[in-house]
């Protein structure tokens, strides 16, 4: 059995008011989960890039903060769409701080 099954049949035996509760775990576990957006460990130093690319958010942003334009960055990344963009600066704002170390820690490289 796998365990998308083992979590239905779990389900099946909770009343409403458990599963309730339940949603309300998982959404306040995904609150900080943004589409397109990943960190894996190995990847890119493990900084949040946009998915099915190697392109940093932070990277975006400091084009962005010198001048490039999203017109720009979609020309300068083929892979980009206009949604990883929307995606990356909405990570950003909720991640400043971590984005600007990182563009710290790599301006000083």
Known sequence: MNTIQEAHD????????????????????LGDAFPGIESIRGVCGGDPCI????????????????????????????ALRAEDL??????FRVHR?????QIREHEAD
């Open 10 to 29: 779990f389900l099946a035996n909770l009343n409403r008011a458990e599963k309730a509760q339940l949603l309300q775990w998982v959404v306040r576990d």
């Open 97 to 101: 701080d971590e984005i600007e170390q």
């Open 51 to 78: 998915v099915r690319t190697r392109i940093p958010v932070w990277v975006l942003v400091q084009a962005r903060r010198l001048g490039s334009s999203e017109a720009d960055l979609l020309r300068a990344y083929p």
């Open 86 to 91: 929307v995606n990356a600066w909405a990570y």
